[in-house]
């Protein structure tokens, strides 16, 4: 094991005595040598006392640590935090085979993996690298992944063309590391659903709202529901299965309304309850009228570094105030932020000014998370990044 070393400023250690797994640049006192993008790196202390190993690359966070211990980062180490992953989901009960074949199974820091994510859909893993050491990794990963995982996958594909750094230029491809042509069709609490990993955001669908979409399902019985930013519909047909009066779906994007309603059509087919839009978000919330009771509110990231956080918390402001402007009496909200950098305090304070706003008396019924297949490492709080509300309006 001969990793280039990487040797921290006096004082700045602390930080990985508590097991934080990045290295800031500004807190690197010198390189043995410099290392490329995407190299293994061992970082010591001002004294040379090692703390951790890890993967490099230039930036604000130079070094993402994948291990306190002096250990090599071959196959058999990502086998091991691989299974160590798996075995969490299955403690969770979340791959059952029929009922559900879809989750999450690594959540980069969550599960000791920083900067690799993927998602499970039946038969098909998508891998997505956010770092060029999980990049270069990715043969390594794709072999220990087909060893954890056995018969249980058939297709592993790569998909970082676009989360990967473009400073980089890795030139990243997205393609199959294992098989291929796979059947997209996959299973959530027994609802089916399209997944489009190849054309579609994110790896294909937005498995962290699971636990919420069968909450909300709960709630939509008799009532008419308005779901924005639908991408491929997944609070639509879980509102359908909870027996909702009538379930509105919109999005901006037409290729994913046409997702929303095939997705539709495969666990509800021929039942006219729902309709589709693709329209812009504030533009459809101007124009409608009062007739929904249940309202969803989950749109993309309104922030993706500080430097926007304000204009993102106007826009939070903005888009809950046009709902409790619009929803029935009696109506249920259901809104969201999968923004990272907006903390769920900043997120209640621009809904509830958006509250005040429309002078309606709002009670918060439940406040929602990620689930568990997106776990925070406890070390690592920045990890905790879905915030939610579930609120009642008079």
């Given at each position: 094991?001969?990793?280039?070393?990487?040797?921290?400023?006096?004082?700045?250690?602390?930080?990985?005595h508590?097991?934080?797994?990045?290295v800031?640049?500004g807190?690197?006192?010198?390189?043995?040598?410099?290392?490329e993008e995407?190299?293994?790196?061992?970082?010591?202390?001002?004294?040379g006392?090692?703390?951790g190993?890890?993967?490099?690359?230039?930036?604000?966070?130079?070094?993402r640590?994948l291990?306190?211990k002096?250990?090599?980062?071959?196959?058999q180490?990502?086998?091991?935090?691989?299974?160590?992953?798996?075995n969490?989901?299955?403690?969770?009960?979340?791959l059952?085979?029929e009922y559900?074949?879809?989750?999450?199974?690594?959540?980069g820091?969550?599960?000791?993996?920083?900067?690799?994510?993927?998602?499970l859909y039946?038969?098909?893993a998508?891998?997505q690298?956010?770092?060029?050491g999980m990049?270069?990794?990715?043969?390594?990963?794709a072999q220990?992944?087909?060893?954890?995982?056995?018969?249980?996958?058939d297709?592993?594909y790569?998909?970082?063309?676009?989360?990967?750094?473009?400073k980089?230029?890795?030139?990243?491809?997205n393609?199959?590391?294992?098989?291929?042509?796979?059947?997209?069709?996959a299973t959530?609490?027994?609802?089916?659903?399209y997944?489009?990993?190849v054309r579609?955001?994110k790896?294909?669908?937005?498995?962290?709202q699971?636990?919420?979409?069968?909450l909300l399902?709960r709630?939509?019985?008799?009532?008419?529901?308005?779901?924005?930013?639908?991408?491929?519909?997944?609070?639509?047909?879980?509102?359908?299965?909870?027996?909702?009066?009538?379930v509105?779906?919109?999005?901006?994007?037409?290729?994913?309304?046409?997702?929303?309603?095939?997705?539709?059509e495969?666990?509800?087919?021929?039942?006219?309850?729902?309709?589709?839009?693709a329209?812009?978000?504030?533009?459809?919330?101007?124009?409608?009228?009062?007739?929904?009771?249940?309202?969803?509110?989950?749109?993309?990231?309104?922030?993706?570094?500080?430097?926007?956080?304000?204009?993102?918390?106007?826009?939070?402001r903005?888009?809950n105030?046009?709902?409790?402007?619009?929803?029935r009496?009696?109506?249920?909200?259901?809104?969201?932020?999968?923004?990272?950098?907006?903390?769920?305090?900043?997120?209640r304070?621009?809904?509830?000014?958006?509250?005040?706003?429309?002078?309606?008396?709002?009670?918060i019924?439940?406040?929602?998370t990620?689930p568990?297949?997106?776990?925070?490492n406890?070390?690592?709080?920045?990890?905790?990044?879905?915030k939610?509300?579930?609120?009642?309006?008079?």
């Amino acid at each position: 094991m001969d990793y280039i070393k990487i040797t921290l400023k006096p004082g700045k250690e602390d930080s990985f005595h508590r097991f934080h797994p990045w290295v800031f640049s500004g807190a690197i006192y010198r390189f043995e040598k410099q290392p490329e993008e995407g190299d293994i790196v061992e970082v010591t202390d001002h004294q040379g006392n090692f703390i951790g190993i890890g993967q490099y690359q230039i930036g604000s966070i130079a070094v993402r640590i994948l291990t306190f211990k002096p250990e090599e980062i071959n196959e058999q180490f990502y086998f091991k935090r691989l299974q160590e992953a798996y075995n969490v989901r299955l403690s969770l009960g979340l791959l059952n085979g029929e009922y559900n074949n879809t989750c999450r199974l690594v959540h980069g820091e969550g599960d000791n993996l920083p900067g690799l994510i993927i998602d499970l859909y039946n038969k098909t893993a998508v891998m997505q690298a956010h770092t060029p050491g999980m990049h270069y990794a990715r043969h390594q990963i794709a072999q220990a992944l087909k060893s954890v995982l056995g018969n249980a996958i058939d297709n592993i594909y790569y998909k970082s063309e676009t989360t990967l750094p473009y400073k980089a230029e890795l030139d990243a491809e997205n393609e199959y590391l294992l098989g291929g042509d796979a059947p997209n069709i996959a299973t959530e609490n027994g609802l089916k659903f399209y997944v489009d990993w190849v054309r579609g955001q994110k790896t294909g669908f937005f498995v962290d709202q699971r636990e919420n979409r069968a909450l909300l399902e709960r709630y939509a019985h008799g009532r008419s529901v308005l779901n924005m930013f639908c991408y491929t519909g997944g609070f639509s047909f879980y509102a359908m299965r909870g027996n909702a009066k009538l379930v509105h779906s919109v999005d901006s994007s037409s290729k994913a309304i046409d997702l929303t309603c095939k997705n539709v059509e495969l666990n509800f087919p021929g039942d006219n309850r729902h309709q589709a839009f693709a329209e812009d978000a504030f533009k459809f919330l101007d124009t409608m009228g009062d007739q929904y009771d249940l309202i969803i509110l989950d749109p993309p990231a309104f922030a993706k570094h500080k430097k926007v956080l304000n204009n993102a918390l106007q826009g939070y402001r903005k888009l809950n105030a046009k709902a409790f402007e619009k929803i029935r009496p009696g109506g249920i909200l259901f809104t969201f932020s999968c923004s990272q950098v907006v903390s769920k305090e900043n997120f209640r304070l621009a809904v509830f000014s958006a509250a005040a706003q429309s002078g309606r008396n709002v009670r918060i019924l439940h406040q929602l998370t990620q689930p568990a297949d997106h776990p925070v490492n406890i070390y690592h709080p920045e990890g905790e990044y879905l915030k939610g509300l579930v609120l009642y309006v008079e």
